[in-house]
């Protein structure tokens, strides 16, 4: 049986889950791998799928795809566009989208693993389809490590994935070494005392010192960090208040970390205790702040050998113009987890999702930054075509390096 991608594809971005709610889409994950002939465990991890293909003797070969979309609303305006949504950790309603690409990416994994199937003939081995929940969480892989993923299922020879990225459809690029940066997500609650908004002198404002916390946080990056390293500190929840004449009691702050070195990284956490600490003593507040560690992940390192093999395989299938490094990306994955446990060398690359006519069309006018929506941003869709094509391609290609090739009788 054949899929229809296109099809596939739409119907999942129609249809987006939040992390470790990826029910449907695993369930389609696991039906396709099962009409394949492939050995199909569900449930791992939570919502997780891996299907196995043995095929002869040869290296295991693990393709990773993620699953889950993000509390995003989405304002594409496209025919297949999410309206769903989904009840938040606060029991709010929101809207979820697949601003994040990983519907294109369990499209191309299906697709991949299709093509490997047809051309079983040409290479042995054990080929290894990991659908994973909860990436947008930095939870998900390591609840399938957790779940027993090394023991239940065959020691890889090497992880591989890919993500779609606001670049040309029909690029990629590899970064050797550390290929996206560490995560820490962490929230801040300031506890003052409340009151009303004409007597600020009887209450402690939690909303100015969490306000000051923002601007002076500002200050790690510019003043603290040597400026040929690399950190970001966003502010991206500031929660405070119900009415305009109320004081309130508390105000809490959303913080993501990113980082590339591990001096920088416990450097710019030790900075930010401090600073919220400092602006609470400032406003005279008797409560320190809470420091509360949402989700934390480690850098994802690509093996420098491993990606050099991989990318004079893919100049050889798709020409030099077409493989690019733009160096270390400052967004953050947990594939890196799936690798751990064995020690197998992990390469990660990202793959073009923009029409190439537009993309060249902004590059040339200085504009993409402004033009060409990224991840997470609700205007977030990858074309079509070329981008499946292409995202099944690099899977397998990538693939085949790996696996071997089959005995001569």
């Known amino acids: 049986m054949t899929t229809d991608l296109e099809a596939l594809y739409r119907d999942l971005h129609a249809h987006p889950e939040l992390a470790f709610a990826e029910h449907r889409t695993a369930e389609i994950a696991a039906s396709r791998m099962s009409d394949l002939g492939l050995d199909v465990t569900i449930g791992v991890g939570g919502t997780g799928v891996v299907a196995v293909l043995v095929n002869g003797d040869g290296p295991v070969v693990y393709l990773r795809a993620d699953m889950d979309a993000l509390p995003v609303r989405e304002e594409t305006g496209l025919e297949y566009a999410s309206t769903d949504t989904a009840t938040d950790a606060s029991g709010g309603e929101v809207g ?50 957790d779940d027993g993923l090394a023991r239940r299922f065959p020691t890889p020879d090497v992880v591989l994935g890919q993500h779609v990225f606001p670049m040309a459809a029909g690029t990629i690029s590899l970064h050797a070494g550390t290929a996206m940066a560490s995560v820490d997500n962490m929230e801040i609650t300031f506890t003052g005392r409340g009151g009303h908004g004409s007597r600020p002198e009887t209450t402690i404002d939690p ?71 400092a602006e609470a003593l400032a406003s005279n507040m008797t409560v320190e702040p809470e420091l509360l560690m949402m989700e934390s992940g480690e850098a994802t390192i ?52 923009t029409d190439p006519v537009t993309y060249a069309r902004a590059e040339a006018a200085g504009t993409v930054a402004e033009d060409i929506p990224t991840n997470h941003s609700p205007l977030f869709a990858p074309v079509i075509q070329p981008t499946i094509d292409h995202g099944v391609s690099n899977m397998t290609i990538a693939a085949l390096e790996w696996l071997g090739k089959p005995a001569r009788s």
């Open 96 to 145: 979820v989208m697949h601003a994040c690409g990983h519907d294109m990416h369990v499209t191309c994994l299906v697709g991949a693993v299709e093509g490997l199937v047809t051309r079983r003939s040409e290479w042995s081995g054990t080929l290894v389809a990991l659908f994973q929940p909860a990436e947008e969480l930095i939870g998900g892989a390591q609840a399938m490590v």
């Open 207 to 277: 909303i100015v010192a969490a306000s000051s916390t923002v601007m002076r946080l500002q200050t790690i990056v510019s003043r603290e960090i040597d400026p040929k390293k690399v950190a970001v500190v966003t502010v991206g929840s500031f929660q405070a208040g119900t009415k305009s004449n109320i004081i309130p009691a508390t105000a809490a702050l959303g913080l993501t970390v990113r980082t590339t070195d591990a001096e920088i990284r416990q450097h710019t956490l030790t900075a930010i205790a401090r600073i919220a600490k």
């Open 302 to 353: 690509n093996d420098v050998a491993a990606t050099e093999r991989l990318r004079e395989r893919f100049i050889a299938e798709h020409g030099a113009s077409a493989v690019i490094d733009v160096g270390t990306v400052m967004g953050s994955e947990d594939v890196g987890t799936l690798a751990k446990p064995s020690g197998a060398p992990l390469v990660y690359w990202f793959f073009g999702g």
